[in-house]
Antibody, heavy 119, light 107 residues
Framework: QVQLRESGPGLVKPSETLSLTCNVS?????????WGWIRQPPGKGLEWIGS???????YYNPSLESRVTISVDRSKNQVSLKLNSVTAADTAVYFC????????????WGLGTLVTVSS | DIQMTQSPSSLSASVGDRITITCRAS??????LAWFQQKPGKAPKSLIS???SLQSGVPSKFSGSGSGTVFTLTISSLQPEDFATYYC?????????FGGGTKVEIK
């Protein structure tokens, strides 16, 4: 059974960098699929942040592209998200997800982790 | 970006009702459309991919249809566990985009 679990600080100061890690179990990220991040501000809808395939191809939402980096650590079977220069608008629940890029839909989601941007 | 518009944004229904939610894409996306269910405080759950294919373990009371720009999600015979918010998402073109959601409430 594929399981994804996000971890990282729940509070980040404005202008600093948000860093999250997604631990994947039950499936090797080396095998395939895209691994991505999706966020949801409190009381609002879902926003795709970006996805990465192995370590080769990463795709980002243009609205965040200048501030975001998604990477994978094959040895740890982890996917990471870094979002720099955060503001209160980046306060959200951040979900890790497995998707098929432009070929298949998201099929597995992490539980999500709330990150609050505040001084 | 491809805009995804869901309607209605909310609806009230009774246990046993059949409901339909519509999702419209701002341009053709073939059948590259997924539906998700989200309950308060929980992660979304994948229901349907490729517009009409049920994800593993999803009951057959959920069905999806459509192609191009107009898609529907139908739930036959609503049960208490089906009251939730439903989202559509296109994966035809980057950036991947979601509809605004449809909240299904108990009448």
């Amino acid at each position: 059974q594929v399981q994804l679990r996000e971890s990282g600080p729940g509070l980040v100061k404005p202008s600093e960098t948000l860093s999250l890690t997604c631990n994947v179990s039950g499936y090797s990220i080396n095998t395939g699929y895209y691994w991505g991040w999706i966020r949801q501000p409190p009381g609002k809808g879902l926003e795709w942040i970006g996805s990465i395939y192995h370590t080769v191809s990463a795709y980002y939402n243009p609205s965040l592209e200048s501030r975001v980096t998604i990477s994978v650590d094959r040895s740890k079977n982890q996917v990471s998200l870094k979002l720099n220069s955060v503001t209160a608008a980046d306060t959200a629940v951040y979900f890790c997800a497995r998707d098929g890029g432009l070929a298949e839909a998201v099929d597995y989601w992490g539980l999500g982790t709330l990150v609050t941007v505040s001084s | 970006d491809i805009q995804m518009t869901q309607s209605p944004s909310s609806l009230s229904a009774s246990v046993g009702d059949r409901i339909t939610i519509t999702c419209r894409a701002s341009q053709g996306i073939s059948n590259d459309l997924a539906w998700f269910q989200q309950k308060p405080g929980k992660a979304p759950k994948s229901l349907i991919s490729a517009a009409s294919s049920l994800q593993s373990g999803v009951p057959s009371k959920f069905s999806g249809s459509g192609s191009g720009t107009v898609f529907t999600l139908t739930i036959s015979s609503l049960q208490p566990e089906d009251f939730a918010t439903y989202y559509c998402q296109q994966y035809n073109r980057y950036p991947l985009t979601f509809g605004g959601g449809t909240k299904v409430e108990i009448k």
